[in-house]
């Protein structure tokens, strides 16, 4: 099962990712919530779709992997040990842990 591992939280969290799964600030309509004033309502969404996890950035401020910003709207494909932050280049950070 693909999941993620959230860099900015002490606790060393690890998410497991839903096959249509959306980060963002609001507390009602994302599967994984990051309650920071840079980062989107419904921020980005990371989706598996031809046999890949790919990630789309749907927000104001941007999202990155590894240090590179994606065009919004476009699906860029996922790979393990990638680094993706949203909202800025090095904040509000996750590592993709596993892709399967």
Known sequence: MASVFNLNNDN??????????????STTSVDTLIEASDVSRMHAVIQWHDKQWLIRDLSQNGTWI???K?????????????????????AHGFRVQDAD
Request: aromatic share 14%.
């Open 66 to 68: 590894n240090s590179q």
């Open 70 to 90: 994606l065009e919004k709207d476009n699906a860029h494909k996922l790979n393990v040990g990638d680094t993706v932050f949203f909202g800025s280049a090095d």
């Open 12 to 25: 060393h969290t690890l998410s497991y990712l839903n096959a249509y799964h959306c980060f963002g600030r």
